[in-house]
Nanobody, 125 residues
Framework: QVQLVESGGGLVQAGGSLRLSCAAS????????MGWFRQASGKEREFVAS????????HYIDTVKGRFTISRDNAKNTVYLQMNNLNPEDTAVYYC??????????????????WGQGTQVTVSS
């Protein structure tokens, strides 16, 4: 059974940084792309970033390019999201997700089979 456990959320002032972690278990980690989605209050869950199993391909939504960095440590079965220069619009529950294959992850939340429990990120102005 796939399990994804996030950590690292919290409250930070605008301009600050946070690093999210997601520990995965249940399948051969390197065989699957991993990603992060977020859901702000009253809004739909949206794609944020993804990384292929072999680390060669990364994708971001335009609003976080240059501020967020996704990475993974296949030896530790863990994916990370380094978030810098945060702004209040980044406030949301952030969810780790596992893709269906090793390359690019879907950006459509309804096509994700496995989710973490979510971690709250709150950015104050």
């Amino acid at each position: 059974q796939v399990q994804l456990v996030e950590s690292g959320g919290g409250l930070v002032q605008a301009g600050g940084s946070l690093r999210l972690s997601c520990a995965a278990s249940g399948r051969t980690f390197i065989d699957y792309a991993m990603g992060w989605f977020r859901q702000a209050s009253g809004k739909e869950r949206e794609f944020v970033a993804s990384i292929s199993g072999n680390v060669e391909n990364k994708h971001y939504i335009d609003t976080v390019k240059g501020r967020f960095t996704i990475s993974r440590d296949n030896a530790k079965n863990t994916v990370y999201l380094q978030m810098n220069n945060l702004n209040p619009e980044d406030t949301a529950v952030y969810y780790c997700a596992e893709g269906r294959g090793g390359e690019r992850m879907t950006t459509t939340a309804s096509e994700i089979d496995y989710w973490g429990q979510g971690t709250q990120v709150t950015v104050s102005s």
